[in-house]
């Protein structure tokens, strides 16, 4: 099988599958690899790179993100019969369609592809996840650890591991771990590498933004983007913040916004993260949530075409948009 469609918000574990793809090819012959998008780039683009021969390469990799941006039925038809044509296809080429969304168009469901949808974590996972991962580094993490971790980062496996990377190299830097004993993390610890230690982040920003101040929103961003934070970390981080927004709005709509077992369900235990989100809700609504959802979608795409040099400008813009979005009264 020469086709993959992996869907879904759990980035860790889709991106080693795509790796588990991609090395059954690499580990056969040389190979090129390409990646588009698919709000960018016409199938037909896609199928002529596929049946090109490569000067320097026996096969081609090809990765294809946003694929939920596939809706025009004659390119879907394109892509499906690709798949299903044994004389176009090979198994020396290989076509990945990716997409954080749990379903794309309906047209694809006919393609001779290996499927798979890799959802968010379970609450029970993630605990077990974060145990296990900081057990294997010489750590023990409480439930409290566990929470502020939840709440300070996105809600996937690459992201946890990216930032739980750091935070363990930062503890064995400070000389906290002592030889043959397994250390104790502690909350403060966490949040002081997590929230402290990093000036700013998504979460600072958002907090910023569910206030309703442009001004601070502005200093924040700007700090970031000088530090060399990428604009498309920024615009994912924010995309979290707006879908756990989402799920708040959900719980004060059934009257549940002061249950602490519902909030934390979301992953909202602290007191500066419900004050952020309770902030927020004065701000949007369901609907503009959307809208916000919508405008970082259009901005990810604005800043991967030729008017990416704008990046500031383009960031300042997107980020007086989302405050022009709220301000529900």
Request: one cysteine or more.
């Amino acid at each position: 099988m020469s086709t993959y469609i992996f869907l879904g918000p759990e980035l860790g574990k889709k991106q080693d599958a795509i790796n588990n793809a991609k090395n059954k090819i690499k580990n056969r012959n040389e190979s090129e690899e390409y990646i588009f998008y698919a709000d960018e780039t016409p199938a037909f683009k896609i199928i002529e790179t596929l049946q090109n021969q490569g000067l320097f390469a026996d096969s081609r990799i090809i990765i294809v993100k946003n694929s939920e941006a596939f809706k025009k039925k004659d390119d879907i038809e394109l892509l499906v019969s690709w798949t299903k044509d044994t004389k176009l296809n090979d198994e020396n080429n290989i076509l990945i369609l990716l997409s954080e969304e749990n379903r794309i168009a309906a047209g694809f469901d006919n393609a001779r592809a290996i499927k798979q949808v890799f959802y968010e974590m379970f609450e029970n996972e993630k605990t077990a996840w974060l145990k296990d991962f900081f057990s294997r580094q010489g750590f023990k993490i409480d439930d409290d650890c566990i929470d502020t971790i939840l709440e300070l980062v996105e809600n996937n496996t690459e992201a946890l591991k990216r930032e739980c990377s750091r935070l363990i190299s930062f503890l064995k830097s400070q000389d906290n771990q002592t030889d043959g004993i397994s250390n104790y993390l502690s909350v403060n610890e966490v949040e002081k590498w997590l929230s402290h230690n990093r000036d700013e982040s998504a979460f600072t920003l958002f907090s910023r933004i569910a206030a309703g101040d442009l001004s601070k929103a502005l200093e924040s961003l700007s700090v970031m983007l000088s530090a060399k934070e990428s604009a498309a970390g920024i615009l994912s981080g924010l995309t979290w913040c707006f879908r756990k927004l989402n799920d708040y709005l959900s719980l004060a709509e059934a009257g549940n916004s002061d249950n602490a077992f519902e909030l934390k369900k979301i992953g909202l235990s602290s007191p500066k993260s419900k004050a952020d989100y309770f902030a927020a809700s004065r701000q949007y609504n369901s609907e503009s949530v959307e809208t916000c959802l919508a405008l970082t979608a259009q901005y990810d795409v604005l800043l991967r075409s030729p008017v990416a040099v704008m990046e500031k400008i383009l960031m300042d813009r997107y980020i007086l948009s989302l405050i022009n979005t709220g301000n529900k009264s």
